[in-house]
């Protein structure tokens, strides 16, 4: 306890300053991406001579699935490349640096993507080998022959990875300006132009090497991209201390605390936002407490947030300060003044109070007024209680992990795996992904929570491209650190272009495949349908980055990466019930269709209820279309609450249980009455010839005589995988924040007392044990510590309580009097009357509560420690859980298909790791045969 010592401004924890010297040239970033996109194009080249020698009909198949030949290495690679891109690492660090330990839904929802893989791919994969599929859709073809149900799935699917390549081009335009960003404060590389460049670089990778230059590609990508994960968070950890910094950034005394002169030139040349501040000269960071003391404390799980509730009443009611309008005429209900509780007592007002430009605002019951912090230059009084992210935490992270669920069924996910040539290759690849979390995404929770305590303050313009300010830091550091940022940049910007790449290879495989090969072209060469998909790949591409670049609502989102990867999320649990749930219950072909059409009504519905609101998942929500900033308040134009304010679940995955929901529900009257699952005219004739041939209709029966061969063992059929896949469940679940009191009953005004008592080391929270709750508590910290003292000294003296929050009025004697909600309260009609001690004046409010103040464990939240703790536990039971799939094709089983045995597989191990997955299982199966 006591008051906090800053560290020397030389100390190595404090970052870089403007004041010390001109930022980083760099040239090492510049160089290393030259490099690599020179790599990228001869590797394509490469690629693209290895197919002069295939034969026509393998063409197609070449370039979109590499001929199925990868090993489980190359898969890994290539999975992790693709998986942890663009969101990881520009959408992770951000979110981290606003939000905290929030974040950590990155990390449960991980979990949540091996659940649903678990499921998936051990079932997909042997089918997709048996039956020789060539694209993700063919499941749906395989199983239900049903025209109308295939095409549109498969237009849903490829909408999800149309969204996920605006957000991978959204990301790189949003980071390049800022990772170019050199001495003179401009950047070097422009943020349209550039990105064009690299879509035109993907564009031609694709063309020219296809499937097999993305993955060759990927090994470099993957390890440049590993490395970066791994020493960003070393370096942090050197220089700002434990967990990366961001242990030694909570708490008012956290080891990362400095003070720094903000008016100096330097700070204002370069833009730091300090040098703005009321407290530039002597600005205060390094530790949350002092930019954002709301993330130390237990969030507000399960209820909305009223943090900033003693700021929010008092612009809720009567005239408030609006500089948008000057209404001279106005006669207030009451004179406010917003702002501190060690407010200017109304006696000293005088004449000031007549230059505060206001609004007459009559309507105290609408709380949506707040809104207007973001149009004046008001103190931001609603803080984040106006955020969805922080009312109803808990129901946001457990909405988060259901939407990770369905992610396992991204076409260019599915694409990488089937593309391995056999199931324990795969096996090893989903098992050793099982922990990339750990290297990858924690590392960048951790990096955006330090950054956000330390840099915010210092560098410009630190939003969504908040992962270039952390690596820009290193690189101003100079010397090895700058190597290792660089190494970071390109890492980061390899990784989106790969997802690209990715990408766009599925989504065209998709589309041309259903639309083109097995319907409008079936008898067309491979090489015109190629030319063709080039034709598709470049209009994908033209389309998404213009979105990308140009849509304004897109640039305006400050959650733009939560915002996509819910929606792409919500279209793949929308084809979730044709492609998983099909292949374990027999549902009925047009049922899943109409599930699907319920679903996207059900998204378009909610969506558009939930877009005509302003902050909405808050008790502030007010309809749009309610109040025009652009006009006067009026009893017709005034913020207006929302009928539905809050879903408290994701409208995302309300649109999931529509659709599963009524799938399976109208598949049961559906079979009663014979009803199949397609007509004869929507029969495709490719289904028989191709699919058919190995062994039938795909039905449910088929699917389960598959699956049930000798041999194989899937997770999900194991009873102790499955013990282990309910366990991570219930820990990724009931570890989030369901239980704890919200802020831990702190509030704005109470936890600054708060703190004031423990840096005073005064036992604040025994004056509230013998305190008469009527009293009001004093406001400004030297009033509240000589009360305190007075209090603890002098048995017979009655305490007021410092720590608890409430509501307040200033009456005619200058006496604070606790009151309740704002609407029982009489005001004076003039400043006259108020000034004459006629009446009283609203002076703050609260949560009424005592505040509890922190607690941390080693300078993390100890509810932060949970979800780690649990996330951990749940990566040893998936691991288990992968370990527990048997495959056909593994030589350590002691029996495989049929009479197979271990000795048998070990004799086949080095032709089968020859030929890709159908070749392997058949010519197992042929052998058990003979």
Known sequence: MGTPTPNSLDDRRVPWLPTDGSPSSKVMFFMMLGFFLAVLLGVAYVSYTKQRDLPDNQLYRWHFLGGKKYNHILGFFSLFSTIFSAVTIAGVPFEASAAGFFALRWLTSGIWVGIGAICFVPRLYRLSGLREYDAPGDVVADRFNNRALSAFTTLIAACSVFLYLIIQFYAISDLLPALSRVTDGGNVLDRNGTTWVLAIIILLSEWLGGFDAVTQTDMLQSVVLIFAFVCIPSTYAYYYGSLAGAADSFGYDCENYFVINCTQQAFIDFGSPCASSS???????????????????????????????????????GCNYNYNHSLPTCTPTVLEQIGWWAAVPPAQWGAAASTFPK?????????????????????????????????????????????????????????????????????????????????????????????GALLKGIYPDAGSEFFAVIIDNMANKGGFTEFLAAMGATGAIAAMMSTVDSALLSVTNSLSTEFLRNWLMPNAEDKTLLRICKVISAVSVVATLCIALYDKKLQDDPNVYSTLIAWQSSLLWQILPATLISLYVDVNGWACLIGQICGIATIIGLYLQQDSCHHWNTDYAWRKDSYKYEHLLSAQNHPDECDVGTYYLDYHVWAAVVNVGVTIILSIPLSIMGVGSTFTSLEMPHVNERFGSKGGHL?????????GEAGTREPIKDPAALFCILAAVLLTTLSLPWYGDAFDDCDYDSYVRWQACEIADVDCKAMCDQADMTLAPPLAAPALMQAASACLNNASMTCSCPLQGGYFTLSSAGIMVPTHEVANVSYSETLASLTSGGGIVFQGSGNGKICEGYNLTGGIPNWAIVIISCWIVSMFFMTYAWLRWSCVDDPNQTQARGSVTSADLKAQEFQGHEMGPTETILNITATSVV
């Open 279 to 317: 407290t530039a000269a002597a600005f205060q960071t390094g530790c949350l407490a002092y930019s954002a003391n709301y993330l130390q404390l237990y969030p507000a799980g399960t209820e909305a947030s009223q943090y900033f509730k003693p700021l929010t009443e008092v612009a809720e009611t």
């Open 359 to 451: 609004t007459y605002q009559p309507y105290s019951e609408n709380r949506a007024w707040a809104d207007k912090q973001f149009n004046s230059p008001l103190p931001t009084y609603l803080g984040v209680d106006g955020s969805g992210t922080f009312s109803r935490t808990a129901f946001s992270m457990f909405s988060f992990n259901l939407l990770f669920f369905a992610l396992s069924l991204f076409p260019h996910w599915i694409m990488k795996w089937m593309s391995i040539k056999s199931d324990h290759e795969v096996r090893f690849a989903f098992t050793t992904l099982t922990w990339a979390t750990l290297w990858a995404t924690f590392p960048m929770v951790i990096v955006g929570i330090s950054g």
């Open 699 to 707: 039905s449910i029966e088929k699917v389960r005589e598959i699956m």
